[in-house]
């Protein structure tokens, strides 16, 4: 059933990556009737695969390409090499991902209009706004099988939601659940409920939570319209003379290069990979690369204003237990700039294993200064912040002019410098962090610095005029129409909210465009 | 006996039989190996001196020092390094240790008896690469090692046993 598409066939729609924007788009098309090719990077891992260990799981999924990192954020320091913790494999980051899935705030899409001129930022509205997405993000959680959406019940809470629900209601916070989840409450869409086992980050080896390497995959290869090839490594997108994309040369797994190709290209490499393909798939018509007539490819780099607080507590938490991020305070997401900063942010529940947190409690420590930190790692509980960063043109993702990865090419680089508003977010979320697990009995509380970027978001954005961004509001690049971006790349402006959702409602809503506009003959 | 895991076999008494000289927490016996005093664990160098052997072991334990733990999980975490190949890098940063030590006015490294003279003589070269070598590799060597997990509470995966879904996922009874 599953279909084998030729390399010359040039009515397929060719899609690069398959995570969250591209497994589903992919999903979404095929199901349409379109017929799909789809190249990822990874290899195919399914639950069976999975490994509850940290440090192993990280080496079967992580994303490890050559990367440099340059500017002042934290990150950069501490883990050089690694400005990004996301997975190359048939999925994408949905196998990592912790599945907190929250629909943008009605103002986040318009944070220019919101927020007004905020110095060194560049801002921008969205060329859409909530009631456009309402329908799609309604899409979105009845596939992701969203908890609290629909008719959906919670998850229940765990031992870190506890130690974090009773400090934040003690500091008079309303807002306090387990979440919104894609984490099966019960059974749902074949998909088994919640077995509180933890390592949501590596892997759901009970498919509890949605991963689009076991639901959309399979599900759009089953129509027989989609063809995904796995450990295909895209190099180049090429054009023709009129300047549209005529499809991609790629290596596949056996090392050889292939060029297929395609009626319309989407690209959905993350937003470290999707620039760096278009900026590595520059040519004489387009020297400054594809789609970048604006000079945004690249620009805008946006990773969340992020950090965790742990505190640790006189007696047993065992916060490894259970659901890792079923817990949120999202009070302090509104637009409040008597705060000393525009944009909001969420506290989640997080937890890592010993060996994670040995990594990452605070880089580069030792003494006993950090080893009584880890000898309290039973009695701790954890939680992250995940707040809107400012979208700056100068973090931003380059090609290395000294690095290659494994294919010859210039490896990205990564810059990112921290915003003040983004620094006057972090140190504000730090103190409530802090205060939230003091109510609860903290005896001791670490402001935790970010961890290589899981939500990556910004380098293609979405804008109304040509001049300011890099896609229309379907996605369809502004400067060829057969060239499309599919990922969170397209992000305007990153809102408080973990990006998942937001992601795979666009990519419903493209599959919708895309569909329409090849049934119109408009593609 | 291998060179690749630390082992518990010799009595008390076949290591006194042996004759040894103290070297901070750890025994360097005259044929090469490194033993605990109270023979809890021995290793035997392969490449490094066994001299070399027990500072970087107290190394270790001054860099992420744990009460808890016996000496034999920092063996395992650097055992690694008593290789020909990467022998000559540590007995030359260890020599470095030493020196920095003796400008401390101790004998050397293992002299220094208490834990606050040895860490301020660790601060003074803490951004060297071979500071950074044996404490970044320490991170991952030590808190990795599954037989250390439950000395910290923390209990691994737990899929095999069906999650904590019926064991005590919210079990937590003091707030």
């Known amino acids: ?32 009737g379109v017929k799909v090719v789809a190249l990822e990077a990874g290899g195919r891992y399914l639950p069976e695969d999975y490994i509850n260990d940290e440090w192993e799981s990280f080496g079967q999924l992580a994303w490890v ?22 997975v190359k494999a048939v999925g994408g980051t949905t196998i990592h991902w912790a599945g907190a899935s929250l629909r943008f705030q009605e103002h986040e899409w318009k944070a220019h209009s919101t927020y007004g001129h905020v110095a060194g ?9 909530g009631a456009e997405m309402a329908p799609w993000y309604e899409k979105a959680e009845a596939k992701l099988g969203v908890t609290r959406t629909g008719d959906r019940p919670g998850l229940p809470g765990n031992n870190n939601f506890k130690v974090l629900e009773k400090g934040a209601k003690a500091l008079g916070y309303k ?14 869409d074949e998909r088994m409920s919640c077995q509180q086992t933890g390592f949501c980050f590596q892997g759901c080896k009970w498919g509890a939570k949605w991963s689009a390497a076991y639901t959309d995959i399979p599900r759009g290869e089953a129509t027989g319209n989609l063809e995904v090839r796995d450990r295909c490594h895209v190099l180049k997108i090429e054009h023709d003379d009129k300047g549209r994309v005529t499809g991609a040369l790629y290596v596949d797994k056996d090392g050889n290069q292939q060029f297929q190709k395609a009626r319309v290209v989407c690209v959905a490499g993350n937003s470290i990979e999707s620039p760096r393909l278009l900026l590595n798939s520059a040519s004489s018509m387009f020297p400054d690369g594809l789609a970048n007539s604006s000079g945004q490819v690249g620009r805008n780099y946006m990773r969340h204003v992020t950090g965790s607080v742990y505190g640790v507590f006189e007696k047993p938490v065992r916060m490894w237990r259970g659901t890792t991020m079923a817990g949120i305070v999202q009070d302090e997401a509104r637009f409040d700039p008597s705060r000393g900063f525009v944009g909001g942010y969420e506290l989640e529940t997080l937890s890592l294993g010993l060996p ?52 010859g090419l210039p490896a990205p680089d990564v810059h990112f410098d921290d915003h003040p508003n983004d620094v006057a977010m972090r140190s504000h979320a730090y103190k409530l962090g802090e205060a939230i697990y ?45 060239l499309f971006i599919s990922d969170g790349s397209q992000f305007t402006t990153g809102a408080a909210e973990n990006p998942t959702l937001t992601i795979v409602a666009l990519a419903i809503r493209q599959a919708d465009h895309i569909a329409a506009e090849l049934g119109r003959k408009n593609l | 006996m291998t060179a690749a895991s630390p082992w518990r076999g010799l009595t008390r008494r076949q290591l006194l039989s042996r004759g040894f000289a103290a070297a901070g927490s750890s025994l360097i016996l005259g044929a090469g190996f490194v033993a605990a005093p109270d023979a809890a664990w021995a290793y035997e ?31 395992v975490a650097i055992k690694g390094y008593d ?93």
């Open chain 1, 1 to 32: 059933m599953v279909a084998k598409f030729d390399l010359t066939d040039d009515s397929v729609v060719l899609i690069i990556g398959t995570g969250a924007g591209g497994g589903v788009l992919a999903n979404e098309l095929a199901q349409r």
């Open chain 1, 65 to 86: 390409d050559p990367r440099t990192t340059s500017g002042d954020w934290r990150v950069a320091k501490d883990f050089s090499g690694l400005p990004a913790w996301i």
């Open chain 1, 121 to 129: 930022a560049n801002l921008l509205d969205w060329p859409i706004d």
């Open chain 1, 175 to 188: 807002e306090v659940h387990t979440g919104r989840m894609a984490i099966n409450s019960i059974d749902y």
């Open chain 1, 356 to 407: 994670f947190m040995a990594a990452f409690l605070d880089p580069g420590g030792w003494g006993r200064g950090f080893t009584s930190a880890l000898d309290g790692y039973e009695n701790m509980a954890g939680m992250w912040i995940v707040g809107e960063d400012m979208p700056q043109e100068t973090n931003r993702i380059t090609l290395s002019s000294t690095v290659k990865d494994q294919h």
């Open chain 1, 438 to 482: 003091r109510a609860a009995g903290a005896t001791r509380t670490f402001p935790t610095p970010p961890y290589p970027s899981t939500h990556n978001l910004g380098t293609n954005r979405m804008s109304a005029n040509a001049r300011d961004g890099v896609v229309n509001k379907h996605g369809q690049t502004h400067d060829i129409a057969n």
């Open chain 2, 45 to 75: 160098a392969a490449a490094l001196k066994p001299e070399t052997l027990a500072t970087l072991i107290r190394m270790a334990r001054d860099i992420y020092p744990h009460d808890r733990l016996g000496d034999e999980f920092y063996v």
């Open chain 2, 83 to 175: 290789t020909p190949e990467t022998a000559p890098e540590i007995e030359a940063g260890i020599a470095a240790l030493n020196a920095a030590a003796q400008g401390a006015g101790f004998a050397d490294y293992l002299s220094a008896g208490w834990e606050d003279d040895r860490v301020a003589i660790l601060r003074g070269m803490e951004h060297s690469a071979f500071f950074q070598k044996i404490r970044g590799g320490l991170v991952t060597g030590l808190y990795n090692q599954k037989e250390v997990w439950p000395l910290f509470g923390y209990e691994g995966e737990s899929f095999s046993k069906g999650g904590y879904i019926d064991r005590g996922f919210d079990d937590i009874n003091w707030l």
